[in-house]
């Protein structure tokens, strides 16, 4: 939240960023009691509150945080071969795209491997595991991630002929 004091309550202020005039949108509320609320993503940049012929201007940082607090940053997973199995992150913005990774290899959505994002979480959904499925995985943005050790036990199928 960015907020700035005034000493009469019917003071206008007026938000900008980087040079443009803002108002009230789907990523920013603007209000009079309370200050300037970035509600999403590419919020950071130069604002300015203007009071007046005053104008007082300040950086906004973009945060930082990638991943909720308090999630481990490396889990074990178990799974049973022919079993599906998820492996979840919480991101700290809903729009955050991750993209995820086994044995530092990029994962592509298939028959057997399905990504999905539902508001924060995100996952990576695995039909039919099987011993070759085992490994080291990833949920990966911004430069950070949170890492999956998954282990797959039980008998895999084998043809014979």
């Not at 040079?19 to 200050?35: N, P, Q």
């Not at 028959?111 to 959904?125: D, F, M, N, Y």
Request: with cysteine; glycine share 6%.
């Amino acid at each position: 939240m960015l907020s700035c004091e005034v000493v009469q309550s019917q003071t206008e202020v007026i938000w900008f960023k980087e040079g443009k005039k803002l108002s009230s949108s789907s990523k920013v509320c603007v209000e009079a009691k309370e200050g300037l609320h970035p509600e999403a993503g590419g919020t950071a940049g130069w604002y300015q509150f203007c009071v007046s012929d005053t104008v007082c201007p300040f950086l906004c940082p973009e945060s930082s945080a990638v991943f909720i607090k308090g999630q481990p940053a490396h889990k074990e997973v178990q799974a049973v071969v022919g079993a599906s199995t998820t492996l979840s992150c919480e991101v700290a913005q809903a729009q955050t795209e991750v993209t995820w990774y086994k044995n530092r290899k990029k994962l592509n959505s298939s028959s057997k491997v399905r990504v999905e994002a539902k508001g924060c979480t995100q996952r990576l959904v695995m039909q039919q595991v099987d011993k070759a499925d085992a490994g080291e995985y990833s949920c990966e943005a911004r430069g950070q991630k949170v890492s999956f050790h998954l282990d797959v036990t039980g008998q895999s199928l084998e043809v014979v002929t």
